[in-house]
């Protein structure tokens, strides 16, 4: 079973604050979708929401067809949903865990079996199954609580940021495991406050302070910045900062280290001229090369003040 | 002195556990220098061990001109810390949290006011100092913290973990504060295990089992595997990368969003010989081409050489 999610005017307040601001995408049968945004940007909130926990203020989202304004409990029935708290069982191990969400969901007995060969196979965690869950490593917890979500198999999983303090390797085996759900049809919704990890998905949803302010594929996003980023090497990169950041054909120059990333305004930008200022200044170029823009460079952009041109149509 | 911290086969042992394997590394005055690694490798006891907070089992580190084995207190005096937890107190004003934090590390009257408004203005904090810290936004609060943290002038400063869910234009504000402390010469360390902080370091040590696996600036570790980054498109990539998994020559082989990321001993061999060994697992190889590894490409790559990652 593979399901649709709409998302309709998604609206929530607390009070006189906007936590979640008309949210409108929908995300395919199959689609792994990235929630994207800092803290505070409202991703937590929409998750909730169409998780069925959380009424919003205003308009819908509907979970293959079902509405979780107006039937939260039918929702959760299709769904399973990964919060940050995920509820693991210390004082459990992982079998046992694993037991008492498939007896939650109603797992029947006989397909069991099969779902746990399964899960431990994806998650390693097989040569751990009589361990607490307690015991287990902050990568382990994670992908215990995601086999726990994935126990009844639901046509649509929601994870809110289930790689936080996550170390690389076991992201990737988390990773490795969602990718597995959704080549199998699983519609997959994921937050998360790593621009790089973004790059993950299919399709994200850029948020900033609870509006939505891009929704493209991380690919044709990172396109709009295309011929605008420079990166340089100087051996005075401070200086060179400097001298860039006081250029009227600069937007942007941040130092990384010692490499100094700089934004142009246009891909038509006089660039030669801006070496030639560096030059004036008495800042030698040893190496200055095009880059490709990541996703954070992009985030920046969108949200920086004045910077309309990347805007979505 | 040039070095600010020098640490010569650091190792700390909890019962039969090592968690700090043998270390040596010396970081000269004014560098931002990283430590990364994944959870349980190591980074936390040696910062632990530098700020004096835990004795070394053998070896032994300067820090500041302090043996740190000696001279603890000393040590503390010249270093500030920074937690990804803060520890600012939610309920007191931007200012009464800097005075608090003045007055613990003996700043009084004209000094502490002196200091008070250096860390008002670096943080951007003016406009805010009778807010309560609790209603700051928490790109704002890591300022914050950032400026409690230096009020004394420490000549070394330690931060864990200091920017994780902070938007990016934060994150760069905050970045722009620690170089402009490291240019005047304020020696930075940091752990970490976002790849998007380690970025912003001069040097990075690659911690992995309590050992250093490798220690260089980012460009240099980024083309240290000599080899690129293989990126293909294929049906079903989670299949391809279960076919590619273990494969003799490849080192790594993740999944990117659609695409598949291997990493070979040797790209040209490795390009030639992945058509065939897809379609052998009944897989279409639709495009193919080399990218230039990131920083957590080579960081998973030289973990898994050096035998994974600790489990359990």
């Not at chain 1, 169409?50 to 989202?61: F, I």
């Not at chain 1, 399964?118 to 994670?142: E, I």
Request: aromatic share 6%.
């Amino acid at each position: 079973m593979t399901l649709r999610v709409e998302v309709d005017g998604l609206s929530r307040r607390y009070g006189a604050l906007p936590a979640v601001e008309d949210l409108r995408f929908a995300v395919a049968p199959g689609e792994l979708f990235g929630i994207v945004g800092p803290d505070g940007a409202g991703k937590t909130t929409t998750l909730r929401m169409l998780a069925g926990v959380l009424r919003p203020t205003a308009g819908d989202a509907r979970v293959g067809g079902v509405s979780v304004a107006r039937d939260p409990e039918r929702v959760k029935l299709a769904l399973a949903y990964m919060s940050q708290r995920f509820g693991l069982y210390t004082d459990l191990t992982v079998q046992e865990n694993l037991d008492f969400y498939a007896d939650l969901y109603g797992v029947p007995s006989t397909e069991r079996p099969a779902r746990y060969d399964r899960l431990y196979a994806f998650s390693g965690l097989g040569p751990f199954r009589d361990r607490l869950a307690g015991a287990l490593s902050g990568g382990m917890k994670q992908k215990l609580g995601l086999s726990c979500a994935l126990v009844h198999h639901p046509a649509v999983l929601l994870l809110d940021e289930p790689t936080f303090g996550v170390d690389p390797i076991s992201r990737r085996d988390l990773w490795l495991i969602v990718h597995g759900m959704v080549a199998e049809g699983m519609t997959v919704l994921v937050s998360t406050a790593y621009l790089d990890e973004a790059e993950r998905c299919d399709r994200i949803v850029l948020l900033h302070e609870g509006r939505a302010v891009a929704l493209d594929t991380p690919a044709r996003l990172q396109a709009r910045l295309a011929g605008r980023l420079r990166s340089l090497r100087t051996d005075a990169p401070r200086r060179a900062r400097e001298v860039l950041r006081a250029h009227p054909l600069v937007a942007q120059a941040t130092l990384f280290g010692e490499a100094l990333h700089v934004q142009l305004p246009t891909p038509a930008t006089d660039w030669g001229a801006v070496l030639t200022a560096l030059r004036t200044a008495g800042v030698a170029v040893n190496d200055d090369r095009p880059i490709e823009a990541s996703l954070e460079d992009v985030f920046m952009a969108l949200t920086a003040p004045g910077t309309g041109s990347l805007a979505d149509a | 002195m040039p070095e600010a911290v020098v640490a010569r086969d650091l190792t700390r042992l909890f019962g039969h556990f090592v968690a700090v394997d043998g270390v040596s590394f010396s970081v000269p005055r004014g560098e931002i220098f990283g430590f990364l690694g994944p959870n349980g490798a190591g980074k936390t006891t040696t910062i632990r061990m530098l700020t004096g907070l835990l004795p070394p089992t053998s070896g032994d580190a300067v820090v500041a001109g302090h043996d740190v084995r000696i001279a603890a207190h000393a040590v503390s005096n010249e270093i500030g810390y920074m937690s990804q937890l803060f520890s600012l107190y939610g309920d007191l004003t931007v200012e009464e949290n800097i005075r608090l934090f003045g007055g613990l590390y003996g700043l009084r009257g004209a000094r502490l006011a002196e200091r008070r408004d250096w860390a008002l203005e670096m943080a951007n904090l003016v406009d805010r100092r009778r807010v309560l810290t609790r209603d700051l936004p928490l790109g704002w609060k890591q300022r914050l913290a950032l400026g409690c943290a230096t009020l004394h002038e420490p000549r070394i400063l330690f931060l864990d973990e200091p920017t994780s869910g902070v938007d990016p234009a934060s994150r760069r504000r905050f970045w722009d504060m620690i170089d402009g402390l490291a240019e005047r010469g304020t020696t930075v360390l940091v752990s970490t295990h976002y790849m998007e902080e380690a970025e912003y370091c001069h040097r990075l040590a690659l911690m992995n089992r309590g050992r250093l696996i490798a220690l260089d600036r980012p460009a240099t570790l980024r083309h240290s595997l000599g080899q690129p980054v293989l990126e293909l498109l294929t049906d079903a990539p989670p299949r391809a990368v279960e076919a590619l998994q273990g494969v003799e020559g490849v080192i790594e082989v993740g999944l990117f969003g659609r695409t598949v990321h291997v990493m070979p001993h040797d790209a040209t061999a490795m390009a030639a010989a992945l058509p065939g060994m897809l379609a052998a697992a009944g897989r279409r190889l639709e495009r193919l081409r080399t990218i230039e590894p990131s920083l957590e490409d080579v960081f998973v790559a030289l973990v898994k050489r050096e035998g994974g990652a600790v489990l359990g």
